[in-house]
């Protein structure tokens, strides 16, 4: 009599314990035939992984009687190779030394308590060393059998793909992604590259083209080896007879599909080309390859569109088995939208790097020498967040220093940082003092959005904070306003380190502050010193108050030697500084060395405003500029403009009349200031007009001109040529 348990009677343990002795051949080897007296037949085992319309096998059942030794086992499949189950062998000689206590301290309690052990991950060890992840469940054996039945999954390959496509989209740079998904591909060959559009690879916008026009570049490839001469490697264009042969391939009937050429020959015949064998084919010897397109689904019914081709060479001897085709494809499938997502990345990063080098300072001129230093340190910002730095020339050879932060990251933020980067230029340079334009700039971004709808969308220009700082390199004194941002830090020639210290402001567009003017700060500067703007990412830490923060900015902007390249300075301080704060914002740093004008360079007079003064204006500059051994037409014109400025300012303005001469490179510099609010227009006045003809004269002798507004009136600036 059949002593198997019947259904009726047997736990589900027992009835998988069962099936799987059943599925256990004897003698080693897979049997058909009888299992029990129902007439039941044992499930015959694939001979051949892969083999076409068979799925591969990955189940195997090991049984193993009371002293855990093996009695019977069928390990044949290809998926376990080099598993050493023998008959009569302990089991624990399959396991990694490591793991041996604790599944056998498992063993023994199944045996003791009956109680299974279903579906635990578990390491098998190969005779060559290497190990195989399968997912082991332990159960009781089904009677009369004594000891335990072990069933063995195969998860390898399963696993592989969930660990690969969680590696693949780990980064958002297009290079990175394409080198992780051929890196998961390795796992299939011999060598895997991935090609992509060049207009994925470059970020732009994908869309449905003619298949003629595709343009391929090779954007991973692994291992990393010495390539034949001639072979495509990473960077590289395809040629492009070759992207036109891979695109119609993997388009075939205008859909998508893998493909595989099994061997060298078939390859030669399809490229027909010598020199398309040479830049596809990695080396000489025989190898099949399989392609599988980059697909990214149309949204909204439109159709899919290829992003590029990965492919997989392998040896001839390993032909590619449908449930491998389907493994890669599945991965690629999987993978293709992180590729997009690198691919927006991309056109993103490069959007806001062209807006970002246009907010760069520029180089410092003869009276000041600036660099900067800008460090993002979030990766999904595409390089650049709301932090901003510029310094640029002003009239009277000043210049301007700005340093903001908006607040946020990405593309957003970036957009706001430019429209107040570029306003602040234009009304500096328009002539506004720094509290002016900050005002200006509160409006302004009263009106770009508000917290709501900026923070939905990752940045907000409310709360933006601005510190503007104006150098004269004449009076050697920087004037500066601040709304919200950090105090800048100045070091002087004798090596005094100090926080310009100013009255605290909300940041731009705060509503919930009241309406208070800005303060306008005054400070000293003699030629030699250096000053430091920066945003709160350089110097906040968690462990530290603010104020230790900047103490440590402080304390290393002052270790630069006056002999210092100011660049190389500039990165070492954000550097020792990153290492010490380990910043978690952007970081952003300003510095300026204020050289200052020689004082042979400058002279300035102060006249009361009386009829003769811009007779004794003529003969004070006249006797400066023998001196400075001017070129007599040089003299001749700048004689004409001091008289003209001066003779204005006399008759629109009241109170005493400065004049400054400057003298900078080639060009000569001519100040005059008044007590006068009118701003002086250049109108179209007829030849005949009693006035208006100054400014024209003013106009025609000049390269430029213009206004700037001081605290007690005005400023009118000209710049001749010399």
Known sequence: MDSTPSPSSSSPFDLVSSALGRYIPRGGEAAAGPADSQGERTARPSQHAGTAGRQEQILGAVN??????????NLDAPVFAGLNAVTGRPFADLLPPGDVPTVTRRLLQVLDTGEAHVARVQRLRRDDGSELVVSMSILSAAAPQEGLTVSVIAMARRLHLYAAENAVGTSLDIGETAQSLAESLLAWGEVAAVDL??????G???TERAQGRIRLRRAALVPDRAWPEGYVTLGDDL???ASRLLSLAVRRDDVAQAIVIPDREAMERVLGDPRLVRALVPGERPASVACIPLVLEGLDGAPPVVLGVAEVWRRTDRPFHDSELFDLQELVARTAHHVDLARQHQREHTQVLA???????RAGGDTIVVASVYQPTTPDSAGVGGDWVNSFPLPGGRTALVVGDVVGHGLGAAAVMGQLSMEARALLSAGLAPDEVLAHLDETVTLLDDTEAGLAAGYSALGSTCCIAVYDPVSHQVVLSSAGHLPPVLVLPDGHTSTLIVRPHPGLGAEFALREPYDVHTFAAPPGSLIALYTDGLVEDPAVSID???GRLADAVCTVHPWDDLQQAARRVVAELSIRMRPRDDVTLLLARLVGCRKQDTASWRLPARDDAAARARALVSALLRQWRTRDDTRDSVMLLVSELVTNAVRFATGPITVRLIR?????LCEVGDTGNGRPRLGRGGVLDDSGRGLHVVHRLTTRWGVRWTETGKVVWAEIAG
Do not use: K, M, N, Y
């Open 204 to 206: 732009e916008a994908v």
């Open 239 to 241: 040629p492009g007879d």
């Open 548 to 550: 230790e923060g900047i």
């Open 664 to 668: 900078a490179g080639h060009s000569l």
């Open 355 to 361: 807006l970002q080098r246009r907010l760069l300072p």
């Open 197 to 202: 559009d060049f207009a994925v690879w470059t």
């Open 64 to 73: 193993l009687d009371r002293d855990l030794r093996i009695t019977r086992c």
